[in-house]
Structures are given as C-alpha cells and as structure tokens.
C-alpha cells in the first residue's frame, strides 16, 4: 500500500494568515492527489483534483502543488469557514490511501 | 445534480453483517468512466477506502478488509450496496458512499452525507 504522510497534524492560525500542509507519499503517485476539507457532521467534500486542479466553485484561496512524492495544500487569507481538517488521497494505485489529516484549529 | 444517499441500520451487533445501500439520484452508476464507492471514518480517526465498483461492475477492495467485504450493484434500482461480514466494535464508523470519475481526476467529487454504524450487543 502506498502511505500517505501529511504534516503538521495539527496547526493554529488566524482569519487573514496564509497555511500550508504538505502530503508525502511512500512512492511515486504522479500528479494523482486529491485534498478534501472535512467538517464535523458533514460529507467530505472535494477542493482539488490531480495535484494542482481546482474544483467548481472552491474558492480561489486554495491552490495545490506537486508531484511524484511530495505535494502541498496552500491556504491564503483564511476564512472563518476554511476551520476544518483537510485530508490528502492518493488514487493513482489500489487500495486508495488517506492521509491522516490535518486539522486547521483557530488560533 | 447528482445525489447519494446511504441507508440501513445504524445498529449492528457483533459478529452480524453490516449492510448499507446507496442510492443515487441524478444521474447513472452506469455512467462510463464512474465509480461508486465507500469509505469509513471510525470516531475521532482518519478516513478509510473500503473499496469500489465501476460503471461495468469490476469490483475493487482495500486487503485490510477484503476478507469481509463485498460491494455489489443494482443497476435496476440504482443503487450500490456493501456488506461487510463478522463486524466488531472496530467496524464502529460513519460510513459514506461517493462517486469519482475521470471529470475530478478520479477523485470522490460526490459524497452521500454519510451514516453512523454502531457495533454493539
């Protein structure tokens, strides 16, 4: 199985700062890498495809980077709403493999 | 817009079998290039691949658990469904069905809103 580590686990921050979490993976997944926001009671829901692709109507603050084995959620100007905790998954080969999430706390 | 919606009980005891459904409305689990899915989340963990079926019904299960586990189709109904056999209390989780698809980069961009299984006696 392909593990998928995400760092920090968990991190504070203010509305306005800017956050970046980073997902490794044990081997090469290509750009095969999605991020999903996760609220408690709620579906998660889906904010970037293949690395970097931004999904319809997540807002633009949200961007993704890389490849292969390291990968990056960037989170600029946080928004009371962004409070969440945010996951890594890589489809590129079975089984499917999460990351094990990081939560965004308010500071 | 498509919609998943899971159902079943939401209290097992152990050693029974788990069964879900889900149901989807708004478009076809027929639809080339989609796959319907389900993935669980055990309180306060992460959230776990339990496996897949595809539009022509090629099946998919993570190891961990796929000496348990089987997902099927109704395409008459619309409807996936899962069962998972010889629960314990570790099966305890909000299961969720979703749909990925070549569109999202074969990633879930649909979700059920997920249902809580209890294990217990």
């Known amino acids: 199985d392909i593990h998928m580590t995400q760092s920090p686990s968990s991190v504070s921050a203010s509305v306005g700062d800017t956050v970046t979490i980073t997902c490794r993976a044990s081997?090469?997944?290509?750009?095969?890498l999605a991020w999903y926001q996760h609220k408690p009671g709620r579906a998660p829901k889906l904010l970037i495809s293949v690395a970097s692709n931004l999904q319809s109507g997540v807002p633009s603050r949200f961007s993704g980077r890389g490849s292969g084995t390291y990968f990056t959620l960037t989170i600029s100007s946080l928004q009371p709403e962004d409070f969440a905790t945010y996951y890594c998954q890589q489809v590129n080969t079975f089984p499917i493999t999460f990351g094990q999430g990081t939560r965004l706390d308010i500071q | 817009q498509l919609q998943l919606q899971e159902s079943g009980p939401g209290l097992v005891k152990p050693s029974e079998t788990l069964s879900l459904t889900c149901t989807v409305s708004g478009g076809s689990i027929t639809t080339p290039n989609y796959y319907g899915g389900w993935i669980r989340q055990p309180p306060g963990q992460g959230l776990e691949w339990i496996g897949d079926?595809?539009?022509?019904?090629?099946?998919t299960y993570n190891p961990s658990l796929q000496s348990r586990v089987t997902i099927s189709a109704d395409t008459s109904k619309n409807q996936f469904s899962l069962k998972l056999n010889s629960v314990t209390a570790a099966d305890t989780a909000v299961y969720y069905c979703a749909r990925r698809g070549e569109g999202s980069g074969w990633s879930y961009a649909d979700w059920g809103r997920g249902t809580l299984v209890t294990v217990s006696s």
């Open positions: 079926i595809s539009h022509s019904g090629s099946i």
């Open positions: 081997q090469d997944i290509s750009s095969y």
